[in-house]
Structure formats: C-alpha cells, structure tokens
C-alpha cells in the first residue's frame, strides 16, 4: 500500500515505446511509457486498453480518424479496433496505459518495437 | 472513441462522495468523484481499488497506518483491506478511481453516504 508518484516513476526510464509496470489491480495493469513519433499499427483482439495522457499530447490515429489527446484526457480504444499511437513535431509524449495483464504490447503484429515484458518500477 | 477530458467531465458536478463513471475498460471501470472531509471504514472482499489523486491531496486511512497521496500519485487499496478515504482541513480533493464494475461503494457496509449507482458522463 505504497504510494506511488507517477513523476519519480518516469524519472526512472528514458526508452521510447517501452512500457514499464508500477501496479496491478486484479487482473489488469498499470503502465508508464515515454513515447515519440509514430508506434505499430495493431489491434487487441480480447482487451480494451485506456491511455492517459501525463504530459504532451498524443495523436491516436485509427483507420478513418484520429483522435487528439491532451494532458489530462484519456481515450479507451475499444478490443478488435486497429490503432497507431503517434507524437507530433518529434515531440515526447508521457502516458499511462490501463489494460489487461494479458494484453500483447503490438497486439497481433510482431515489429521491432515489439516488447515482451514489461521492467517493474 | 472519444476523448474524454477529466476538468471538464470534473465540473459536471459538485457532490462530495458520488462517483460518477467515465469510461468502462473490459469489466472495469473509471470513476471520478470529489472528496470531502471523512468517507466510511470499509473493504473490498473481492477488488482492488485504485485511487490517483488529480487535485488536492488524499489521505488514505488503514487500520494501522496512512498513505498521504499527493496530486499525481496513485495507491492500490488491494482486496480485503480495511480503508477509510479522508481530506484534511475540509479541503475538496479530486480522484479517478479504477475498479471492477461489482466493486460496491462501501464494500461490506451500508451507510448514509453510500451510493448504490453512479451517474455517467
């Protein structure tokens, strides 16, 4: 029953796109990642995933539209929907990602961004 | 797929202790209320629950000790665990909660501050 400050916690980490874990909460997870330029286009068949945006803001590009999220907004891509997280201008973008234990980093894609495990803060 | 702005999903209304659900992730979902002063001492036999603290500061009660979380921290209450969310000096203190859809407002206990459904926005 620590407290824990999402700052200190991304201080801990400089990679792109590799999502380090500081909570479970039954059987889903609580994700920080630092994110820059485009991601993987890909889809969770099984689980829906939330993103919160901590600070920039983080284009969530879909087949036939984007969404523009700020810091203090979330989005909920819903399981089966194809996504591509994106940065503008090269810019950092902090997140927080709410999803499944189970969820697959790419979903059904393997790229080189692909993680398999997740570094515990 | 809609992005949803915390502030102003926050300003949809006053209430002390009436969650107000945002967004459902797979058979979780997220809450955000306005606190004030003391809740009840409850437990969750069967949730975690998750409190991030977006304004103010909480401090979570435990039957042997405290947490105090600052605005962007978080604490997972884990399941089973005896809680009692305060504010001091009568300060309104806002949350995100991320729980189970079954998770009851007060767990175990029913009280006058109990809600037993929680308007969207």
């Known amino acids: 029953m620590q407290t824990l400050n999402l700052a200190e916690k991304l201080s801990q980490f400089k990679a792109h796109w590799s999502p380090h874990q500081i909570a479970i909460v039954d059987d889903m997870q609580v994700l920080l990642a630092k994110i820059k330029d485009e991601f993987v286009w890909h889809k969770h068949d099984d689980e829906d995933e939330l993103f919160q945006v901590l600070k920039g803001t ?35 973008v902090h997140i927080l990602l709410f999803e499944k234990l189970t969820t697959k980093h790419t979903g059904d894609v393997q790229a080189e961004l692909t993680k398999t495990q997740y570094p515990k803060l």
Not at 64 to 81: A, C, F
Request: net charge negative.
């Open 58 to 92: 983080l284009i969530m590009r879909f087949r036939e539209s984007e969404q523009i999220v700020k810091e203090g907004e979330i989005i909920v891509v819903p399981k089966g929907v194809e996504h591509c997280p994106t940065t503008k201008d090269g810019k950092e």
